[in-house]
C-alpha cells in the first residue's frame, strides 16, 4: 500500500507500507503483520511527523479495526497492578549494552499489561556502558536495578532471559536463586536445561528491539513513545544503523516504525549514540 500525501510546499510525500502475501482465509482474527518504510523519515522526503503519524494511524486501523494503543493509560497500569501476587525479572546478560536494556525495559511494560496477575521488573545484570546511558537520559527512563541485589533479598524468583541464552551470559546463579522461564532472543541458542517447559522466542534478525516490537504487533498493541524510543536506539546499537550484516529487513521496518513512533530522527539519534 503506498499511502501519497502533499508534504512541504512543492513536494510529494509518500509513505510505503507493504504487506506479507497471507490469503484472507489464513489471517487471524487480529492480523498484525505490518512492516513499513517511510524514506527514512527523511523531512527531504517531503513528509512531516503529523502525516507519518496520521499515515501510520490510518493503516493500523484498516489491519485491526482500531486505534494503535501507543501509550497506556495509568488507570489500565493502575488496576493491572492491583493485587498482584508474583513478582518476574526481566533481565539481560552480564555485559549489558543497548539493545539487552532497552529491550528488557520495554518487553516488561508489555508484560505487564498483557499480563496483569504478574509484575514484570526490568533489571540490568552489570554496569551501564556510556552509550546507554545516554539513551535512558535521552527518552527520560530510570536506569533499571541491579539484578544480583534484587536476588539477594527476594531469593528464588521467575526471570525472563533477553539477548542471551548461554549460561556464560547469564546473571551467576550465585548471587540467589532465580528460574528461568522465558527467553527472547536473536543469538544461536545453546544447550538450555530447564526444571519445566518454558517458551523460548529465537529469531535471526539484527536485534532483541526487533522481535520486542514484533511481539508488540502480534498483541494488536503499539509501544508508547517512550519505548519505541528505547526500542529504536537498541536496533540502531546493535546493527550499527542498520549497517551490519546481520541487519535484515525486519530491523529496517522496525526502526522505521519506532522512529515515528518515538518522534525521533533516526540518523540523529544514531550519531548522538556513537559520540
Known amino acids: 500500500m503506498v499511502i501519497r500525501y502533499r508534504g512541504s510546499p512543492g513536494k510529494q510525500g509518500v509513505l510505503i507500507f507493504q504487506l506479507p502475501a497471507v490469503s484472507a482465509s489464513r489471517r487471524p482474527a487480529c492480523y498484525t503483520g505490518l512492516v513499513m518504510s517511510t524514506n527514512d523519515y527523511d523531512p527531504i522526503g517531503g513528509h512531516t ?18 486505534g494503535p494503543a501507543v501509550g497506556f493509560p495509568d488507570s489500565v497500569v493502575d488496576e493491572a497492578t492491583a493485587g498482584r501476587r508474583e513478582c518476574v525479572a526481566v533481565v539481560g546478560h552480564t555485559c549489558p549494552d543497548t539493545d539487552c536494556v532497552c529491550a528488557a525495559i520495554a518487553y516488561a511494560r508489555l508484560k505487564n499489561v498483557i499480563d496483569p496477575g504478574r509484575e514484570y521488573i526490568p533489571f540490568r545484570a552489570g554496569p551501564l556502558n556510556g552509550e546507554t546511558e545516554f539513551v535512558l537520559r535521552e527518552f527520560g527512563v530510570e536506569p533499571p536495578g541491579l539484578f544480583s541485589e534484587y536476588c539477594m533479598d527476594s531469593g528464588n524468583i521467575k526471570t525472563v532471559l533477553i539477548d542471551h541464552n548461554k549460561k556464560s551470559r547469564r546473571p551467576e546463579e550465585g548471587v540467589g536463586l532465580y528460574e528461568v522461564v522465558e527467553i527472547i532472543d536473536h543469538h544461536r541458542l545453546k ?27 502480534e498483541k494488536g498493541l503499539a509501544p508508547d513513545a517512550q519505548a519505541a524510543g528505547l526500542l529504536c536506539a537498541g536496533i540502531i546499537s546493535d546493527t550499527y544503523l542498520l549497517r551490519t550484516e546481520k541487519t535484515t529487513a525486519r530491523d529496517r521496518q522496525a526502526c522505521a516504525a519506532l522512529g515515528i513512533i518515538a518522534g525521533t530522527d533516526i540518523r540523529e539519534l544514531a550519531e548522538r549514540m556513537f559520540r
Open 49 to 66: 511527523k503529523e502525516e507519518a503519524d496520521a499515515a501510520y494511524e490510518a493503516l493500523f486501523r484498516e489491519l485491526h479495526g482500531c
Open 191 to 217: 544447550k538450555i536445561e530447564t526444571a519445566a517447559p518454558i517458551m523460548v522466542r529465537c529469531e535471526p534478525w539484527g536485534a532483541t528491539s526487533t522481535i520486542i516490537y514484533e511481539m508488540y504487533l
